[in-house]
């Protein structure tokens, strides 16, 4: 499913890049400045990885439209960002686990599941406490940092455990609702920026369960 990048010798490092990415603009709002830096650079066409995974040939073509040739809306992205995860009003398409996998009415004024498994990893995520710990946004940095250590790891017993432990995750606390989101996404988002954010987490998900 991946190709290599000649200069790039490690596909993990990669896709660290595209979670901490993507993940950072669901979980805060898009500045203009960044916006601009990444348009005027031409920076999404320097993907640090491909793939031949559909959903990343979408990102993909979504991201290219924000480049040096064509003018940039920053305020048709940030609209987006304030529509789709709720800071206007009703989110359009709420960021958070628990929307989409809903829990036992006996466990409301509990945290959320995700909780837990960051406990088990000592974790604990650096966000407004306003900030539910099943955002999407949070899972993609605690990914981040399985991915992290995966790469650190060099006895294999323990490599080939993390590797359970990164799928088990994902089957866990992603997959069961990432396609539900994107195509929430898919269906509100007005900016082709989000519209590629939506389907770059979802191959780069995706990618990253069949790499480790």
Same mark, same amino acid.
């Given at each position: 499913? /991946?190709?290599? &990048?000649? @200069?790039?010798?490690?596909?993990?490092?990669?896709?660290?890049?595209?979670?901490?990415?993507?993940?950072?603009?669901?979980?805060?709002?898009?500045?203009?400045? %960044?916006?601009?830096?990444?348009?005027?650079?031409?920076?999404?066409?320097?993907?640090?990885?491909?793939?031949?995974?559909?959903?990343?040939?979408?990102?993909?073509?979504?991201?290219?439209?924000?480049?040096? *040739?064509?003018?940039?809306? !920053?305020?048709?992205?940030?609209?987006?960002?304030? +529509?789709?995860?709720?800071?206007?009003?009703?989110?359009?398409?709420?960021?958070?686990?628990? !929307?989409?996998?809903?829990?036992?009415?006996?466990? *409301?004024?509990?945290?959320? =599941?995700?909780?837990? +498994?960051?406990?088990?990893?000592?974790? #604990?995520? *650096? +966000?407004? @406490?306003?900030?539910?710990?099943?955002?999407?946004?949070?899972?993609?940095?605690? $990914?981040?940092?399985? $991915?992290?250590?995966?790469? =650190?790891? &060099?006895?294999?017993? %323990?490599?080939?455990?993390?590797?359970?432990?990164?799928?088990?995750? /994902?089957?866990?606390?992603?997959?069961?609702?990432?396609?539900?989101?994107?195509? *929430?996404? #898919?269906?509100?988002?007005?900016?082709?920026?989000?519209?590629?954010?939506?389907?770059?987490?979802?191959? %780069?998900?995706?990618?990253?369960?069949?790499?480790?």
């Amino acid at each position: 499913m /991946i190709n290599f &990048e000649q @200069e790039n010798n490690d596909i993990l490092k990669g896709y660290s890049m595209l979670l901490y990415f993507s993940g950072s603009f669901i979980l805060n709002e898009p500045m203009e400045s %960044c916006i601009k830096d990444f348009a005027n650079g031409n920076l999404f066409r320097k993907m640090p990885i491909s793939s031949n995974n559909p959903n990343f040939i979408l990102a993909s073509s979504f991201l290219n439209n924000i480049s040096s *040739k064509a003018p940039v809306s !920053y305020d048709e992205i940030l609209a987006d960002y304030l +529509t789709l995860f709720g800071l206007s009003g009703i989110p359009q398409a709420p960021p958070f686990e628990s !929307y989409y996998c809903k829990e036992p009415a006996s466990s *409301k004024e509990m945290m959320p =599941e995700v909780h837990y +498994t960051y406990n088990a990893y000592g974790w #604990q995520p *650096k +966000t407004a @406490e306003s900030v539910p710990h099943d955002h999407l946004g949070i899972e993609l940095q605690f $990914l981040n940092l399985m $991915l992290e250590k995966y790469h =650190e790891i &060099e006895d294999g017993v %323990c490599h080939k455990e993390l590797s359970k432990d990164i799928k088990k995750f /994902i089957d866990n606390h992603l997959r069961p609702w990432l396609s539900e989101w994107n195509a *929430k996404m #898919q269906e509100h988002a007005i900016s082709d920026f989000y519209k590629g954010i939506a389907f770059l987490v979802v191959a %780069c998900v995706q990618d990253v369960y069949f790499q480790v």
